[in-house]
């Protein structure tokens, strides 16, 4: 829709410096209040992350978004990674464990001689058809 007035409109189309019917990036106004009640708008783009406080134009105090929207709350919702998830399982001493029993298996040869003959059954196979 935006790309509509970059295109030929042909002559007699309307001049491109009048602004009615342009249309502009999606934006939003974000209004933010000073502790001394001084009320002021900032446009901001609608992709653009909008900060929770900002200083105020009038006398330079930090000023907090009249929507009462903070940044600290998006954060909250933070990606938990794989390592998260574990921990909120399994405590550290218990990790360490279950690493020293992993380890115990593969110095014992336990663990690494069934996976090194499921791994290496597939081209003991190849070689014989070819
Ligand atoms: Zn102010």
Redesign the pocket.
Known sequence: MADRSLRGTGLGAKSFEDEAGVEFAPRREVGFD?????H?ELVFAEEAEIPSVWE??????E?LRSDGQRAEAKEEKAVRTHWDMLRERRSIPELEDLLAERLTLLRSGELSAATFARTSAPSTRAKKTA
Do not use: K, L, N, V
């Open positions: 000073c502790p001394r009640a001084h002021f105020c134009p009038r006398c330079g105090a000023s």
